[in-house]
């Protein structure tokens, strides 16, 4: 097994709001590279606001679902919140994703809507994690998201909904929905490399509508800071939500358990995510105690050896159990999959605030929406 990741210098510069006087000393040479990144960032940005790079248009209604910040804001489960609500307005929706963490890079398409063609191996763990979860959803990836559309249109999609779209300007879209991790929504601040943010705050400017996961951890003046900010630069309030778990599986998503079932019990977590604390929570929050951790890089693709050393180290510490997460879950290798000590805890989004915000904005980008027309960036 290899060793597992454990939290780094990146992690302590990117998310805290008061770096250590040696890690700052550390990340100074970041800056300058950091400087580089904007000017190029901005010099995009400004050549798609002009229209000299042009926005293709899919001739359906584009939705895309962003952030500013590098993983671990929630996206995907926001994003099968907004596909599962679309399936019930009685549309077609179509996932464009990039597919990180597959070992293909080509154009292919994970779900036609009746069959899951693809596993996370081919398709990338998020995608077949909402194919899964959406049943009828249509799921494509590709590093080209305007090149797919005409691919899903063809698959009978009637609306398009962009995975990680934010930044992905070559498609043009009706609505543009960020996410912000309401508890820590920039880290410290920076852009790439030296943070973790791909853009400056100031480019909600584009977005049309906010999305604050994770409200539930924000303190109330953080809120308020970030509820003005939602309205100065959307003119909406934001949409706000918390991570609620939904249930218990086994490690083939095919057995469901109660949440209760955690409750007491000693356990090992096995994770392959952005940001593994966050995990660690949601398991405490279920009244398990967590005797042993396994994180490793986001998208990890998991060797079988490393899941069963796992489950053998954890049971060393007195776990009763190995939970792990959806997104980790359809990366488990099949050999391990089936052991009777994996559980996975599924998440759903559950709205606190804005829901009828969420139904207005989505609203105007289904009913506005002429074919061959749409909002570029």
């Known amino acids: ?58 001739g359906v209604p584009v939705v895309s679902v962003g952030n500013l910040a590098v993983g671990g804001a929630g996206k995907t489960p926001v994003a099968l919140a907004i596909a599962g609500r679309l399936v019930g307005l009685g549309r077609r929706p179509a996932v464009l994703s990039r597919g990180y963490g597959a070992a293909r890079s080509d154009d292919r398409v994970v779900s036609d809507g009746e069959r899951l063609l693809l596993d996370a191996a081919g398709g990338g763990d998020e995608p077949v994690q909402m194919a899964r979860r959406v049943p009828g959803l249509r799921v494509l990836c590709g590093a080209d998201r305007a090149r797919l559309a005409p691919r899903a249109v063809a698959l009978g999609a009637d609306v ?63 809120l308020d800071a970030l509820r003005d900010l939602a309205v100065r630069t ?11 778990p939904r249930d218990l599986a086994d490690g083939p998503l095919a057995r469901v358990f109660p949440l209760s079932d955690l409750a007491g019990r000693r356990v090992g977590i096995l994770s392959g995510v952005a940001r593994p604390g966050s995990v660690r929570r949601t398991v405490e929050s279920l009244g398990a105690a967590v005797v042993a951790t396994f994180a490793f890089p986001d998208h990890h693709r998991f060797a079988e050896a490393e899941v069963a050393a796992a489950l053998e180290a954890a049971g060393k510490a007195g776990a009763e159990l190995l939970v792990t997460t959806e997104k980790d879950a359809v990366r488990l290798p099949v050999g391990v999959a089936g052991d009777q000590r994996i559980r996975v805890v599924r998440i759903d989004v559950e709205v606190l605030r804005g829901d009828e915000v969420l139904g207005e904005a989505l609203d105007a980008a289904l009913g506005g929406a002429v074919p061959g027309r749409g909002k570029a960036g």
Do not use: K
Not at 234 to 244: L, M, W, Y
């Open 1 to 58: 097994m290899s060793e597992p990741r454990r939290p780094g210098l990146r992690e302590r510069l990117w998310w805290s709001t008061s770096p250590s006087a040696g890690d700052r000393f550390l990340a100074a040479p970041l800056l300058l590279a950091e400087g580089i990144f904007r000017a190029v960032a901005a010099g995009r940005g400004a050549l798609y606001d002009a229209g000299v790079l042009p926005a293709a248009r899919a």
């Open 160 to 222: 398009l909904l962009l995975d990680d779209g934010f930044q992905h300007r070559r498609l043009a879209r009706d609505l543009d929905v960020v996410v912000l991790d309401a508890s820590n929504p920039w880290g410290n601040g920076h852009c790439l490399p030296a943070g973790p943010n791909r853009e400056p705050r100031s480019a909600l400017g584009r977005a049309g509508l906010v999305w604050l996961t994770h409200a539930d951890r924000a303190t109330s003046p953080a």
């Open 234 to 244: 959307t003119g909406r309030p934001p949409v706000e939500s918390r991570h609620a």
